[in-house]
């Protein structure tokens, strides 16, 4: 794949423009996303650099490779905020651009000079979205916050508890700075939407602990979704002890018998088709959601009994959701991938060649696609701000 400096003007975002004062994973991945989709990011750091630059392996010092993942199709800029000439530049830049997104607290904003009244003055139209740990107006407003402490105040540890987990565990992926990115994105484009309509920015607050919260109560609410309540919370099926890979004679798969064409097939394949009739657990939608931690028990039972090949092979031909148990290198050489040209072998003028995951959104007529590799530090620092001389 070549990569050129305006290819982003294929972009859906071409011409908009995004300063991105963020760090570590959150607020990178938000706008990476942004300009994945053409957006002109220019990512402002401290002389030290992105934290996240830091975090091996690397092949190179200060270009680690979540670095590298989270800040393709950005342009780096060198500012110290806490010196007022290099401030300076940075409100000038704020003059051009159409988005401001930082993840530091509000409260180190305003002490940097930099609060929301300070850039609407600057630019009434600028979009300034704000990512951190809680809303403002709490007792929790003021916490600092990082994914591990976010997936514990949703509860996520402990409801690894309830569905077999020994111990409270956090998810192996930075799971609550990804939702909330995501959340990012969304908020900022909704925000440009209306600036189409009334001519002005806002400020946009998207705060971690309330974007993870939905996304695990909306599952969990349960009965506490009325009031007065109906019962208690956590969702069955998905706290159910048996809901786990199935093992089988030689590893195991990932199979979801669902509806009632799925179990009768299943009960089908395993030489028990009256059960669907004379077991009442199995009867209804309802009715197995009842039981369903014994039902994938049941299940599992039976997978233990042949191949994982062979059960791909049957589930597959009677349409009953399946896949393998991938393991992490499995996906270097996932047979899907290849055939959607997944993985792209991104140039990178220092790094060599990079292994990158095509952007996963694609649109026929405003292409997504990797405009630029990660940068070095401060890599375009002269560019950018020669452009305001001019």
């Known amino acids: ?210 974007c993870l919260l939905q996304f695990v109560l909306g599952d969990h609410l349960c009965g506490e979704t009325w009031k007065p309540s109906l019962g208690g919370m956590g969702y069955a099926r998905l706290l159910a002890v048996n809901r786990k890979p199935y093992a089988t004679q030689d590893g195991h798969i990932c199979a979801l018998m669902y509806n009632d064409t799925h179990w009768q097939a299943f009960l089908k394949l395993v030489g028990q088709p009256d059960l669907f009739q004379t077991d009442a657990r199995f009867a209804t939608h309802a009715d197995r959601l009842k039981n369903i931690d014994a039902l994938y028990g049941v299940v599992g039972e039976h997978m233990r009994t042949r191949t994982s090949a062979e059960w791909m092979k049957d589930f597959t031909a009677h349409d009953i959701p399946v896949m393998p148990m991938m393991k992490l290198d499995d996906l270097l050489t996932d047979p899907h991938l290849a055939a959607t040209q997944g993985w792209l072998d991104v140039p990178h003028p220092f790094e060599g060649l990079l292994r990158q995951l095509r952007p996963p959104v694609r649109m026929s007529g405003t292409p997504t696609g990797v405009w630029r590799p990660a940068p070095r530090l401060g890599e375009h620092t002269e560019e950018v701000l020669s452009s305001l001389k001019t």
Not at 67 to 92: C, T
Request: hydrophobic share 40%; aromatic share 8%; with cysteine.
């Open 1 to 210: 794949m070549s990569l050129t400096d305006n290819a982003s003007l294929q972009g859906a975002l071409a011409g908009l423009r995004v300063i991105d004062l963020t760090g570590v994973v959150l607020g990178p991945y938000a706008t990476q996303i942004l300009g994945d989709y053409g957006a002109d990011v220019i990512k402002i750091e401290p002389p030290s650099g992105d934290i996240m630059r830091h975090a091996g392996p690397m092949k190179h010092p200060g270009m680690g490779h979540i670095f590298i993942n989270a800040n393709r199709n950005k342009r780096s800029v060198v500012l110290d905020l806490k010196k007022p000439e290099q401030r300076e530049q940075l409100l000038a830049l704020c003059k051009t651009a159409d988005v401001l997104t930082y993840n530091i607290r509000p409260a180190a904003m305003a002490r940097l000079g930099l609060s929301y009244d300070t850039l609407r003055a600057v630019n009434p139209r600028l979009i300034v979205c704000g990512a951190y740990g809680y809303s403002e107006g709490g007792p929790y407003s003021n916490w600092p916050a990082y994914d591990d402490l976010i997936q514990g105040a949703v509860g996520m540890p402990w409801l690894m508890t309830q569905s077999g987990s020994a111990e409270p565990r956090y998810a192996p992926t930075t799971f609550a700075d990804r939702v909330t990115g995501l959340n990012m994105v969304h908020a900022v484009m909704a925000a440009i939407i209306a600036r189409y309509r009334t001519g002005v920015g806002q400020h946009v607050e998207v705060p971690m602990f309330e």
